[in-house]
């Protein structure tokens, strides 16, 4: 089967750096992404992996190991308004090039 | 700039009453569209995906349909609504062959009673 892995909550400091991870089982893998979704609203694109490394983008970094079918997000600097549900999704030929998704990561920030 | 319309933002609806969603695209051509489920803190879940007019896959057996009428609009329905249809809807649309990315619409909270 299909299937990705992400802690289903995380909390950290503002200011402070969070790193919340992903790891996914697919017959055949193209691609990470990340999204971030605030509580009531739809989801945003973060970032996108395709192929082994740190990807950076402002404060958010993504990373991705292919043979460890692993990623994960980083986010630098926490705001409050960095609160919010965070996640990762793979693009698999077995699932027709659709993204396959995470339950998602609720990051809860702390002053 | 390209912009996703969808429409409305909360519904209320009786069981067993129709429903139609629909979502508009603005600024591109051909772009892939999606309907996808959300339940209360939980995950997306892909209800129906379009990559052309009058093509559509379906991804999860249920009582809802999908329609594409025309390039950039994409309609989803039903004949009879279930408590079970009950969630966040939301819409997005993707550049062709970049489906990674999604665009999503500001969604739709529809709950049967």
């Known amino acids: 089967g299909q299937s990705l892995e992400q802690p289903s909550e995380v909390t950290a400091v503002e200011g402070a750096i969070v790193q919340i991870n992903c790891t996914y089982q697919t017959s055949g893998f193209y691609g990470l992404s990340w999204y971030q979704q605030h509580d009531g609203g739809a989801p945003t694109f973060l970032s996108y992996n395709a192929l082994d490394g740190l990807e950076e983008t402002g404060r958010f970094s993504s990373f991705l190991s292919r043979s460890d079918s692993y990623g994960y997000l980083l986010l630098q600097e926490l705001q409050m308004k960095d609160s919010a549900s965070y996640f990762c999704a793979v693009r698999a030929p077995d699932s027709n090039y659709q993204l396959i998704w995470g339950a998602g990561t609720k990051l809860i920030i702390k002053p | 700039s390209q912009t996703i319309h969808q429409w409305p933002a909360t519904l209320v609806q009786p069981v067993g009453s129709p429903l139609s969603l629909e979502c508009t695209v603005e600024?591109?051509?051909?772009?892939?569209l999606y309907w996808y489920r959300q339940a209360a803190g939980r995950g997306l879940q892909l209800l129906f995906y379009s990559v052309g007019i009058g093509q559509i896959s379906s991804e999860v057996p249920q009582n809802l349909s999908a329609s594409r009428p025309q390039d950039r609009q994409f309609i989803l329905s039903s004949k009879k609504l279930l408590l079970s249809d009950s969630g966040f809807y939301l819409c997005?649309?993707?550049?062709?062959?970049?489906?990674?990315?999604?665009?999503f619409g500001s969604g739709t909270q529809l709950s049967v009673l």
């Open positions: 997005a649309w993707s550049a062709t062959g970049s489906n990674e990315k999604l665009f």
């Open positions: 600024g591109t051509s051909n772009p892939n």
